[in-house]
């Protein structure tokens, strides 16, 4: 499930933008935040879009690259399997427009 939601956010299209570089780990201890897909874009801290290329990485502004080794990331992110594991919430939204934090007391963790 979780390789599937992995390979379908990597496949978005997207626009160009700023971002963050972000690396998803096998391991949750591996992991600088633990993140958790939710189904609907109200119950998400972060709303998230994939930009295509590293050079737009950039700001802590919910826009994010994933980059091929933990070496190149700003942040290690672990996808966990419930909410209630989660230091952040995510839902991945279709435009750079829609992208965003909704809870900005949450930020910290990624800078």
Do not use: R
Not at 2 to 28: M, N
Not at 43 to 66: C, E, I
Not at 101 to 106: E, L, M, P, Q
């Amino acid at each position: 499930m979780k390789t599937i939601l992995f390979l379908l956010f990597l496949t978005c299209f997207s626009l160009f933008s700023k971002a963050q570089k972000v690396f998803s780990v096998d391991y949750e201890s591996q992991a600088d935040v633990k993140v958790f897909v939710v189904e609907y874009a109200s119950q998400a801290d972060l709303k998230v879009f994939k930009v295509d290329y590293s050079s737009q990485a950039g700001k802590n502004d919910g826009a994010w690259f994933f980059v091929d080794y933990a070496s190149q990331s700003d942040k290690k992110i672990f996808f966990v399997e419930y909410a209630s594991q989660a230091d952040v919430k995510v839902f991945f939204v279709d435009y750079k427009s829609q992208c965003g934090w909704t809870a900005s007391s949450k930020k910290y963790l990624f800078y």
